[in-house]
T-cell receptor, first 117, second 110 residues
């Protein structure tokens, strides 16, 4: 149980275009989802916390107009990288929590490898 | 939010040996969690240990928690080549905004 599906697995796009990444909780409802970015051999950097029905909370230094997050339902959050540039190339991972905060593990999608040419 | 820091950064062992990695953190926690990440994939939750627990087992995994030293260890016994991955700890308090350290990169040679 507690499966998170992330789509697409990888995407190559041209500079200036926008890319949407979907994160779905398949068998549970996730009021909160988290979006991370990971560079090679580095840690996961928390970008934002996505809350169903409200605005996302962005971490310091993350441009909210650049990385648009929508959490329209209890099972779907999307991250749109707008006007992508080569420096946005990275591995993006979403996660969701099945239960209440504090004692519930996170369930991760398999990530999306974004390459901007 | 707070960050757990894993060490060593990298660990290379032979199949059948035990692997131990550590996590240190800075403030009080409700629980500590260990995750595994295979190359190019998302993270998989391995085990959660609560702040009032000192040791927990799951299969070949053994996790200890020392809240007085603000540290945890993950022991993988009788390692296999399939255990090759990066291992991360995650900590948090209250509303539990999960953040991660750089992880320990484990390579198990067959």
């Amino acid at each position: 149980g507690a499966v998170v599906s992330q789509h697409p697995s990888w995407v190559i796009c041209k500079s200036g275009t926008s890319v949407k990444i979907e994160c779905r909780s398949l068998d549970f409802q996730a009021t909160t989802m988290f979006w991370y970015r990971q560079f090679p051999k580095q840690s996961l950097m928390l970008m934002a916390t996505s809350n169903e029905g409200s605005k996302a909370t962005y971490e310091q230094g993350v441009e909210k107009d650049k990385f648009l997050i929508n959490h329209a339902s209890l099972t779907l959050s999307t991250l749109t990288v707008t006007s992508a540039h080569p420096e946005d190339s990275s591995f993006y991972i979403c996660s969701a929590r099945a239960g209440a905060a504090g004692n519930s593990p996170l369930h991760f999608g398999n990530g999306t490898r974004l390459t901007v040419t | 939010s707070q960050q757990g820091e894993e060490d060593p950064q990298a660990l290379s062992i032979q199949e059948g040996e035990n692997a131990t990695m550590n996590c240190s953190y800075k403030t009080s926690i409700n629980n500590l969690q260990w995750y595994r990440q295979n190359s190019g994939r998302g993270l998989v939750h391995l085990i959660l240990i609560r702040s009032n627990e000192r040791e927990k087992h799951s299969g070949r995994l053994r996790v200890t928690l020392d809240t007085s030293k603000k540290s945890s260890s993950l022991l993988i016994t009788a390692s296999r080549a399939a255990d090759t991955a990066s291992y991360f700890c995650a900590t948090g308090i209250g509303s539990y905004i999960p953040t991660f350290g750089r992880g320990t990169s484990l390579i198990v040679h067959p």
